[in-house]
């Protein structure tokens, strides 16, 4: 069964420094999206992208993050110059055009230090 | 923010019994519901959805029903099984967007 993928599975980082987490969705889908969880907390909502551009994002998701399509398979999360609170569980999601499921993947554990 | 409330942080079912998970909502205008159950260190697997026209929906051991004039949906899962001990999550999508509202969790636990 189709799934998304996420890598890395862990990646500990600096404060200051620029990280890259990267989802492949499943391949038919349309519409992407990330998600966090910081620790003992809900699950919220970053960004959805359709059509290679952003279709919403919340409070969250300031000028510090920024999301990509480089080709046909990859979705790219990108944190500039990340911050402690940035540390949380980093859920990449797709969906195809015609259905209101949303597929997670196995998420990126972000630690920074 | 609590658009999506589960007030019940956690659940413990005898193996065989019903499990019901709860979650309240306030948005008047979220049309689509799903639950999800989660592992640790994994990404949540989705279980079942309704769509706000409806008011049951049933898929093998899983069913959710939606009131919507209580703003409250639950999931029953009848009989629970041991490997059904996760998190779950109910999640909302209101019909102007796409992202989606989670409540905070249960912990369901099946004692065998």
Redesign the interface.
Known sequence: EPE?T?TPSHQVTQMGQEVILRCVPISNHL?F?W?RQILG?????LV?F?NNEI??K?EIFDDQFSVERPDGSNFTLKIRSTKLEDSAMY?CAS?TGDQ????????T?LLVL | DQQVKQNSPSLSVQEGRISILNCDYTNSMFD?F?W?KKYP??????LI?I?SIKDKNEDGRFTVFLNKSAKHLSLHIVPSQPGDSAVY?C?A?ANA?????????TRLMVKP
């Open positions: 998304v996420q519409y999206y998600y907390q809900k699950v919220e909502f959805s359709y279709s919403e919340s859920f969906k209101e499921t949303q597929y997670f993947g196995p998420g554990r | 689509y799903l999800y260190a994994e990404g949540p697997t989705f959805s769509s999550f999640a999508r967007g796409n992202m989606l509202t989670f409540g905070g969790g």
